[in-house]
């Protein structure tokens, strides 16, 4: 079965500075997806990014980036300028088309003012 | 503005009761999932489905079943609630092929159970 790794279970940021959520997966397989998610305390899971897995260029929505490394089997979470808004629980997961998805089990991130 | 709702936000049962979680789609979404979130642990699999009537297990089934007799409704039921089923439960949706394919899954926003 395919596992997805994050192993920082808490992370802290300045507000305005940059802060970067690690993951690890394992698969064997070559064509799949990667997502993480946001869930603030509202409880409402938000996609923030995804990257297929064929695709070499990293995602990038807005101040949300990744750097994905496939050999490696790394997909992080960099989050730029950092706001109050951002402080959430993020995970990461694995999805292989056809299949169901793997989750991380999280990482909470506090927005210091 | 798209939506899976889940009919209660907080829910208090006792130990030994029947409990009904009710999960509502709008998005003609042909795949529904009930996870269960833990700290620690992240979401886990209960059960899912690929259409009307049809149901299949995920990774921690025991305790549970589901129902799922229209495409915008999925039920998750505890036969007979205990303490250690006290946790988080989320529903999702997504379009087929199963799990979304690129476009992942839409959430509800949970349903916090406590059994006592």
């Known amino acids: 079965a395919q596992t997805v790794t994050q192993s920082q279970p808490e992370m802290s940021v300045q507000e305005a500075e940059t802060v970067t959520l690690s993951c690890t997966y394992d698969t064997s397989e070559s064509d799949y997806y990667l997502f993480w998610y946001k869930q603030p305390p509202s409880r409402q899971m938000i996609l923030v990014i995804r990257q297929e897995a064929y695709k070499q260029q990293n995602a990038t929505e807005n101040r949300f980036s990744v750097n994905f490394q496939k050999a490696a089997k790394s997909f992080s979470l960099k989050i730029s300028d950092s706001q109050l808004g951002d402080a959430a629980m993020y995970f990461c997961a694995y999805l292989r088309a056809g299949n169901q998805f793997y989750f991380g089990t999280g990482t909470s991130l506090t927005v210091i003012p | 503005d798209v939506k899976v709702t889940q009919s209660s936000r907080y829910l208090v049962k006792r130990t030994g009761e029947k409990v009904f979680l009710e999960c509502v789609q709008d998005?003609?979404?042909?795949?529904m999932f009930w996870y269960r979130q833990d700290p620690g642990l992240g979401l886990r699999l209960i059960y899912f489905?690929?259409?009307?009537?049809?149901?299949e297990k995920g990774d921690i089934p025991e305790g549970y079943s589901v129902s799922r007799e229209k495409k915008e409704r999925f039920s998750l039921i505890l036969e007979s609630a205990s303490t250690n089923q006290t946790s988080m439960y989320l529903c999702?949706?997504?379009?087929?092929?199963?799990?979304?394919?690129?476009?992942?899954?839409?959430f509800g926003s949970g349903t916090r159970l406590t059994v006592v």
């Open positions: 489905s690929y259409d009307v009537k049809m149901k």
């Open positions: 998005m003609d979404h042909e795949n």
């Open positions: 999702a949706s997504s379009l087929a092929p199963a799990g979304g394919g690129f476009y992942g899954y839409t």
